[in-house]
């Protein structure tokens, strides 16, 4: 956070090498965000570096009252749904309709068949590539950096109990998928 | 499983419940094998999702973003470091001393210069014979350094301008 505060003021009084040592912080990040929104590796860098450029732009804005990640990915959410919606991409979240399970089976007639080929991290990967844009943010956000719940919400401008809810039926929805694997892989938890 | 229970699980697991939930739960956990085996796969989905890497971008994304910025950063630093009010002010205050400097002379040569003898040329010639040199060469070197402050400015800006149509182009 301090390290974060300083590199912010070096880059305002005109370092650029302050503001590459942030971008080289965070570029990860922000990627995978933009990536797991837009699922096209192009688009997501395309995306990724205007979210840095936005950032450079208003960076004087930034008042320094929440963390600076929070605003960070706040900007990424926003610029990369934008893009999602330009490129008419369906970007509704798992509340937004009827269809409790929304992640079409592309694993075959026999889910378990193609699990047991993959290891479940490779499995999950795809799962959540075949989230929509908000969803697969909310599970990203969560996750990645491990944002609090709180932090979530001022990110997304979602409410806390909306975001609890996504979160919950999200992750059902995966273990439903992953059943087989994981099953598979408790043995060391029971 | 009910959703109220998966609920109350993730909570748990989230670290989101209360010490009494948390207690009911971990005596469910050693009790009910059954809770247990909800709980280990969502624990393992929970671990995995946790140790998911984050994406890379290619290699030359810093250097990419880097090289469109020195262009950026000149548009940024056109921005005034001193408000427009201020400078209004201050050029406000300067013409407000130019013409009080050139009442003041006028004054003077009204009251003590002209008599008869001289005209007001000569008068004002007479005045400025009078005039200390370092107040006259502070006063030369203070509107010089204005005036090329203005040009350089103007031609700057004139400069910014151009390659920002050319950049956009």
Not at chain 1, 23 to 30: I, S
Not at chain 2, 24 to 34: G, V, Y
Not at chain 2, 63 to 71: A, E, G, T, V
């Amino acid at each position: 956070m301090e390290e974060d505060i300083k590199l912010i003021n070096a880059t305002l009084k005109g370092d650029q090498f302050a503001f590459q040592h942030l971008v080289e912080k965070y570029q990860h990040y922000v990627f995978t965000i933009t990536y797991r929104v837009l699922k096209r590796r192009e688009e997501a860098e395309e995306t990724a570096q205007d979210v840095f450029i936005k950032v450079y732009k208003t960076l004087g804005s930034f008042e320094q009252r929440s963390k600076f990640t929070t605003w960070l990915y706040a900007v990424t959410y926003r610029t990369a749904l934008d893009k999602a919606r330009k490129k008419n991409y369906p970007i509704d979240s798992i509340d937004d309709d009827d269809n409790y399970l929304q992640l079409e089976n592309t694993f075959g007639e026999s889910p378990s068949d193609a699990i047991q080929q993959e290891d479940l991290q490779s499995q999950l990967e795809r799962a959540i590539s075949r989230l929509k844009p908000v969803d697969a943010s909310l599970i990203t956000l969560f996750y990645l950096h491990e944002k609090s719940i709180k932090e979530i919400a001022a990110i997304t401008g979602l409410t806390i109990s909306n975001i609890k809810t996504k979160l919950h039926r999200l992750r059902e929805q995966l273990k439903v998928l992953l059943e087989e694997q994981l099953q598979q892989e408790i043995h060391d938890l029971l | 499983m009910k959703q109220i229970e998966t609920q109350q699980l993730w909570d748990f697991i989230d670290g989101q419940c209360t010490a009494e939930e948390a207690a009911t739960l971990k005596s469910a956990l050693e009790t009910d094998p059954n809770v247990k085996a909800e709980w280990a796969k969502r624990f393992k989905l929970h671990q995995q999702l946790s140790e998911l890497p984050a994406e890379q971008p290619s290699m030359r994304f810093v250097q990419n973003l880097m090289d469109k910025l020195p262009l950026l950063y000149r548009k940024l630093s056109i921005a005034p470091l001193v408000k427009p009010f201020w400078v209004k002010t201050a050029l406000g205050f300067l013409a407000l001393l130019l013409v009080g400097y050139i009442g003041f002379v006028f004054f003077y040569i009204e009251q003590f210069g002209v008599n008869g003898q001289f005209t007001y040329l000569e008068s004002m010639k007479n005045y400025l014979n009078q005039a200390p040199a370092k107040f006259l060469i502070l006063f030369a070197a203070i509107s010089i350094s204005l005036s090329c402050l203005f040009v350089l400015d103007r031609f700057l800006k004139a400069r910014f301008q151009k390659e920002s149509q050319a950049s956009s182009s």
